[in-house]
């Protein structure tokens, strides 16, 4: 049965394995070597102290996301917002930080990630309401916020969040301004971008976890996807629970995004006018990281930094053996593909466990 | 279970890892010439590496800095003396940013980050690698950095001259412009645009209109034809995505000038004329500076006068001699500075 | 803005806004099956991309564009073989395995175009049917009846995927599959073989779709859809799961984007505000529902993999 466990744990790592064989035939047919493309792979995602930083800080964003979206999931709700919620918790963040920039840091840092928080909070809760008072189902209702956030995202940075040095030059870069020191992210290693973004996102997750299987509120959730009917009739308000689980999934993203901000490079909020140019997919790439991780807080964890390896892995291998950023995009849609659609041999596995657990207990069997 | 298959995964990845850094250079902050070497025999090609937000084919942008450094590439003598390298689609500024330190890691001689998103990293990543040059465009500011070239397009110029053209050449007095984000050097283009126009026919109607993306093709397409509905005969557009505009503009017999790049390509009939971007010319000039150990600080502008910006005739659609003549004419006078466009206004 | 009113402008307007609606249109009432049998697909957006190259492809290489949408609905029905197996026999979430479908899709029709094709070549596209006399009424005329055969195609296939879904035995298989999968089953209704079809049917069209925008802009370039695959699968929803619905959500949306691309021309929406402007179809497409309060539910079995036994 151990050996069962093991398999189980690391079937999503075969998959992933099973999607990069084919990335290896792609890159033979394209003239490219896969060895080389792979070792370079591993080396850009685990290489060197910077290649495991870099890891670490792709990882932070897929794990606010895939814990969020362990909270939509179990309330049955899919929340393919993320992108938008993402960038309205930057948005609030960056707000934030433009309107008190001389708050002392110990104060305008936290409340920041705050702001980061309510902006997705408020870019969640929106299609909850909807779903659950107007009946619009938050696939629709998401997908066009989405494309409203990205408008307003750049309203704001072409006009009145552009950097006042761009507008006195005349570049117009939609960009802000270097945003306050005191905001900055602290670093966890010194000469990397590793910051305690990481320790941000690895505290969401426990608190999740506590919440969803240690409160009564998180129950209730829990309960309402297991069984909508039942809880209806047990009392409970089934609508406010999905509200609730798509405001805290979109929370978590919006803090996603002010960590984005706040720990970037630049120390800005720019992008090139799209939400992934900002976001780098991580409102979807999160949600593979939960699945990744078999929808559960903590499993999310080690999920989200193999996925991040991948992420930034996948960007090394392209610049060592000079394929086009395509290959790398379909790569990435075949590691999706292949580790969701791994799910059912864990499913399978799982009850074989469960079975021969069973047994174990009541080796006399009988109905 | 779930912890081990952690241990296991974090195992396995560790031992890679000691596999792979074995084969090649670990990583600092300080850039290097890659020690492959022993004794050089052959002398090292000088490395360039581009990352810019789009594909490299897109007949715009992005193609217009690529087939620079081709050209220079082969008038340097060919992949021996010149490697380029590049990361194209780069649109998630954070990656571009992860890629720009990585190539200065492996110790490229010019890393160029194409694409004004990227200026604001490069500020941050160019202090920690002293001995590898930038180039950053387009956009003028190097940052006072001693290791950062900024290059930039004064589009305005072309973009004048094919407004005057454009103005000359319509007999409905309206124009269509279809532009991306009113930001960077599709503004500048389309102020040049609208400039010249407006210089060589006082009457003439103008219809602006920026869609929002780059990308968007079929948005393009539509702005287009809402344009053609409002009577434009002579349609000009920035940004990769204006290849739906230049369909419409076939399909309904209307005129075209293009911008970034040669569009002749596009629509063979009705491409009157394109602004081409020869980077070269400032490329070029970056290169000789640092093989003489000047790694940056200077900015750089292609405009019609240093060749950087040429006005390509489509050979396939016959232009008038009077229209040449008036298009040389301003060339000329833009050059010599009697016509002025206008220029990216620091605003008050 | 009294420009805008004239009767010129506003058939321009309604008669871009057609156009504009016409590949979602097509995506949309393939996805349309899809979800009625209990299969979502976010990956459409993808394979319209596939299928969009594929037949960009054909054109310039044969030059013959009833080839051209072969090729695509046949590179759809393929992607679909393939998100049919991943849904239904593997059971894999659905959402996300949609996802994976498009960064495939999206990753490889430009990494295909770069390689197979290299710089933007235009096509010829489908020629404007002018429909002999009803082309001449004033008005209806240019609005209706003076289109693409791409464009008549896609509303054509309302009134005939609605007589599908609601009066043929087929459609009552689709619908049960996705109402209530046990009971058909119970019935000999083939659940695995329903949803196969209806997934590999959704994405032909599809891929249809992506091969109607081609030759509509007549060029393909990386990522030409942006996005409008996305749009396609909400206004499933939009529609209530009917091809009448989806149709309506489609012009709606295509309308409004015209309209703000013609309000812009004339000026009347400042540039200023053109970015909040360009979010309007979004926001009025959701705005729309709320007013029109639904009440279809979903198909009860949507995203639910069918097992038999439970």
Redesign the interface.
Known sequence: MRLLSIAGGLLPVAAVVGALLIGAVMLLVLGADPIKGFSALIEGSFGSLKALSDTASKAVPLLLVGVGITIAFRANVINIGGEGQIVLGAMFGTGTALLFPHLPGWLLLPLVMIAGFAGGALWGAIPGALKAYFSVNEILSTIMLNIVAVQIMNFFLQGPWMDPAEVEKGSRIPQTARLPQQADLPLLLKNTRLNIGLVIAVVAAILVYIFLWRMTEGFRIRAVGFNPFASRYAGMQVNNRIVLALTLSGALCGLAGAILVFGSESHRFVTDGSATGFTGSAGFNGIVAALFGGLHPIGTIPASVLFGALLVGANKLQRVVQVPSALIIALNGLVVVFVVSSAIWKRRLDRRIQLSASRANDPGGGP | MKRLSVILVLVFALVAAACASGTSSTTTTASTATTEGTTQAAAEPFKIAMIAPSAINDLAFTQSMYDALLAIQTEMGGESAVQIDYTDNAFVVDDAAAAVRDYADQGYDLVIAHGSQYGSSLQEIAPDYPNTSFAWGTAGDTFGLSNVFAYEAASEEGGYVEGVMAAALSKSGVLGVIGPIEVGDAKRYVDGFVAGATAQNPAIDIKVNYTGSFSDVALAAAAATTEIGQGADVLTGSAQMVTGAVGVAQQDGVLWFGTQADQAQLAPDIVVASQVYEWQVVVDQIISLIKGGTLGGQSFVIDLANGGETIAYNPGYSLSEDTKALAEKTIAGIIDGSIEPPRPAASS | MSEFFKI??LV??AS?GI??AT?YLYAAIGETFGQRSGV?N?GVD?IMLLGAFGAYYTTRQTGNLWLAMLVAAVIGLIMGLAMAF?SVT????Q???G??????????S??L???LV?????IP?FPQIRIPWLSELPVVGQLLFSHSIIVYGAFLLVPITTYVLNRTTIGLKIRSAGENPAAADTLGVSIARVRYGTVMFGSMLAGIGGAA?TT????F????????G??A??LV??GAWRPVGVMYGALLYGLV??TV??L???GVIP?????????LP??I??LA??VA??RER?PAAL?KPYQRGG
Request: aromatic share 10%; net charge positive.
């Open positions: 010129a402008a321009t307007t871009t156009r504009y590949s979502l976010l993808g991943v593997l059971q894999a979430e959402g996300i395995s996802i994976g479908f498009y960064l495939f899709g999206l990753g490889m430009d990494l175009f770069q390689k290299g710089t933007p070549l235009p596209g925008l509509e802009l007549r060029i370039q990386s990522n030409l859809t942006a996005g409008q996305f749009i699968v909400a929803y939009f984007a015209s691309l013609q812009k021309t004339l540039r200023s505000v053109s970015d909040l402007a360009t979010m979004a926001v497409t959701i529902l709320v309060v639904q979903q995203t």
